[in-house]
């Protein structure tokens, strides 16, 4: 019964090759959220979704994209990878943005740039 | 600016308890939450406080003082398996969660 599911868990990729992580939720939550985590580092916010808006942060790179195409499924392009992009990619949603919601997060994707 | 702080690292002996701090200057404050994260796998939600005091789950208990931007997660009855890192977050207005760089646990026999 998982609530959070990432696809690919592991993706190699290489430089400069466009490729795309998914992110789907049972739990039928109105926000989907896209984290970064480098080793040993937090986990920083890229962008999310509150429903069908697209919300992103200002330091987030042009190279990093994200569509969600209905309420279950979101998905992180990123368009031409570099060796900096080579992370964890973190997907979580919350029912909303409210204080009291909490963020549930999918087991990630280990990205490998070579 | 945001700014949270946590410890590195911590060893704590396995049956013992751990306090594991965090303190935080952020703009705007709408609640601080825990997570564990073991290697190479997804955060998972331990506790949330957004009112002064102690919330209690458990083994593990969470601590708040907005007056001191300051919070505590307490792991009583340390097992093993508690080994994992631990991290503070600070959900600020919109509803943006903030992360600390997490506090790594290494609990011993």
């Known amino acids: 019964d998982a609530m959070v599911i990432q696809n690919p868990r592991y993706q190699v990729t290489q430089f400069g090759k466009p490729v795309t992580l998914s992110c789907s939720q049972t739990?039928?939550?109105?926000?989907m959220y896209w984290y970064q985590q480098k080793s040993s580092q937090a986990p920083k916010l890229l962008f999310h979704?509150?429903?069908?808006?697209?919300?992103n942060e200002a330091d987030t790179p042009d190279n990093f994209q994200s569509r969600r195409p209905n309420t279950s499924f979101c998905f992180l392009d990123i368009r031409s990878p570099g060796l900096g992009d080579a992370a964890m990619y973190l997907c979580?949603?919350?029912?909303?943005?409210?204080?009291?919601?909490?963020?549930?997060f999918g087991p990630g994707t280990r990205l490998t740039v070579l | 600016g945001q700014n949270i702080d946590q410890p590195t690292e911590m060893t704590a002996t396995e049956g013992a308890i751990v306090q594991i701090n965090c303190t935080y200057q952020?703009?705007?404050?709408?609640?601080l939450f825990w997570y564990q994260q073991h290697a190479g796998e997804a955060p998972t939600f331990l506790s949330y406080?957004?009112?002064?005091g102690l919330e209690e789950k458990g083994r593990f208990s969470s601590f708040l003082s907005r007056s001191k931007g300051y919070s505590y997660l307490l792991l009583k009855e340390l097992q093993m398996k508690d080994s994992a890192s631990y991290l503070c977050a600070v959900k600020v207005p919109p509803g943006k969660l903030i992360f600390g760089q997490g506090t790594t646990l290494q609990v011993k026999p």
């Open positions: 406080n957004v009112l002064d």
């Open positions: 979704y509150y429903d069908k808006d697209f919300n």
């Open positions: 952020t703009s705007g404050f709408n609640g």
């Open positions: 979580a949603t919350s029912r909303g943005p409210g204080d009291l919601d909490t963020q549930y």
């Open positions: 739990l039928n939550h109105n926000v």
